[in-house]
């Protein structure tokens, strides 16, 4: 091993605790990638992986419940032997997120002072305990020494602005930023990335991207998926703070961003804030202007019939959370001055599909004059991030014949060749944090000021609790949405 490979196997860490293993981020994400990173080679042979939670299971109980999370990824015969040594990196250690002998039972398990004892804590757990955890991580000495254990913490970080600088205030107590790792795993997803490849390795699209050439950006996030088993969360938190907050936000922050001087986290997070911070402020009595919420009522998706979002398990029959959001931004530099951009987020709608869609200013002059002027539709650039990854441009041709009509074709542009696999999103973030490269995790004046740009509609939504909107299931999303635009020529874009 070279002196620089050994530097670096030094500082991986060895061990990989799991709080909150048995629920459902766990088994949805973090196993799967974990499992993919080990048969991808990622994984140094001396991690181990300690799962924490209050079941009462021995470790035998919980390599049977890690094999029934993954049987549907062992479909060849050499999956067995992987499966084997992905199983023999686990043990099971039952404690309880609040009781700090769990923590110093933890502790020991670690067995601190052997030759490599940094370890990685993963908080796969509800928001409300964060603080608990953090807590309990210090008493028992786990923060120590300070720059190596890591701690990932899920969004939403905080439930509003104050929430979040108590929060940041409680870690920073404890942990050093370096420590620590703010997941918000659209960043990892594939598209994403390519988009920072896409705006900033290609001359020809920079200088369009600024408010002479678009017209205006829509971010989509559909889900069919309703709110599954997460009532006890989802319902105090609602579409604003589960996905625009976050997810979006950060999308539009990849779209808008300059290009930064280089590659690397503290100079990507710098540009991401400086958009974050350009983002006018949304006035209480604008909230109405700005924003819209909803909620699902029973519909068919897949033509299968779905039951209202009051009617899901757990949730209050007259809850008003809201299951859909939409907002409208506009960025106050010399870049995006004018132009909006229109988030939009919901479960329950027809299908799983999100999207960037950029719609290009029409024309200074309509020479086509045979060409009907409603057809003359404007360029558009799509990036799909979801379920396919691909972009789309969106350009005028001739229609063949004597007439000098046009049409309109899209050039298709998949992100892979068919030979290759992405690795999913949590892949390359659990990589990242094994490796410590903090570039695609929030640097807590992301999520600060993300927090100031949507607390105003979050206070105003609090406040007003008589009533909400609602779509059916399998729908779009209520016609409200469409107040949002600026002009009667922008609507929402839902296919491809
Ligand atoms: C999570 C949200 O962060 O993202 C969920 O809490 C949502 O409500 C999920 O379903 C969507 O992520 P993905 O990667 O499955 O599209």
């Not at 990589?431 to 509609?457: H, Q, T």
Request: hydrophobic share 40%; with cysteine; glycine share 4%.
């Amino acid at each position: 091993m070279d002196g620089a490979k050994m530097d670096q196997s030094q500082n991986l860490p060895c061990s990989f605790v799991i709080f909150g293993a048995t629920g459902d981020l766990a088994a949805h994400k973090l196993l799967p990638a974990l499992f993919d990173l080990e048969h991808a080679g990622r994984l140094a042979d001396n991690l181990s992986i300690i799962a924490f939670s209050r079941r009462e299971w021995t470790t035998d109980d919980w390599l049977e419940y890690v094999r029934s999370i993954l049987k549907n990824k062992l479909d060849q015969p050499s999956c067995q032997a992987l499966l084997e040594r992905f199983l023999a990196r686990f043990r099971y250690l039952r404690g309880d997120l609040k009781d700090v002998d769990s923590y110093h039972a933890l502790a020991a398990d670690i067995a601190p002072g052997s030759a490599c004892s940094r370890t990685v804590f993963y908080l796969a757990i509800r928001p409300a305990d964060f603080v608990t955890a953090i807590k309990n991580l210090k008493v028992a000495g786990l923060n120590e020494p300070r720059g190596m254990n890591r701690v990932v913490i899920e969004k939403p970080f905080g439930e509003d602005l104050e929430s979040a600088q108590v929060l940041n205030r409680v870690l920073h107590q404890y942990f050093d930023e370096e420590q620590i790792y703010r997941i918000d795993h659209f960043l990892g997803k594939e598209t994403v990335q390519n988009l920072l490849v896409f705006r900033f390795a290609n001359t020809i699209i920079e200088p369009l991207w600024n408010r002479n050439f678009i017209d205006h950006v829509q971010i989509t996030v559909a889900e069919s998926i309703g709110i599954e088993k997460r009532a006890g969360y989802y319902d105090r938190a609602g579409a604003l703070r589960d996905m625009l907050q976050n997810h979006l936000m950060q999308l539009l922050t990849v779209v808008a961003m300059e290009p930064p001087p280089a590659l690397e986290a503290d100079a990507l997070r710098d540009e991401k804030v400086k958009v974050l911070r350009s983002i006018r402020p949304i006035a209480k009595r604008a909230v109405h202007a700005h924003a819209v919420r909803a909620q699902y009522t029973h519909g068919n998706i897949d033509r299968q019939p779905v039951v209202s979002y009051q009617q899901e398990e757990n949730v209050e029959p007259d809850s008003i959370t809201e299951t859909f959001a939409a907002a409208k931004f506009y960025i106050d530099n010399w870049r995006w001055r004018g132009v909006p951009f229109y988030l939009r987020t919901g479960k329950r709608m027809p299908r799983r599909h999100s999207m960037i869609a950029i719609r290009f200013k029409h024309p200074p002059q309509q020479l086509f004059r045979e060409t009907p002027l409603e057809s003359i539709d404007p360029n558009w650039v799509l990036l799909s991030i979801q379920p396919e990854e691909s972009m789309h441009m969106e350009i005028h041709v001739k229609q063949p014949g004597l007439d000098m009509n046009t049409r309109v074709i899209q050039m298709n542009a998949s992100f892979l060749r068919t030979d290759e696999q992405t690795l999913g999103a949590y892949e390359t973030l659990l990589l990242d944090v094994i490796e410590g490269d903090r570039s695609l995790f929030i640097r807590f004046d992301e999520a600060e000021w993300a927090w100031r740009v949507i607390d105003p509609i979050l206070k105003f939504w609090t406040v007003e609790r008589e009533y909400i909107p609602t779509y059916p299931a399998g729908s779009w999303g209520p016609a409200e949405a469409n107040r949002l635009f600026d002009s009667d020529d922008q609507v929402w874009r839902n296919e491809l």
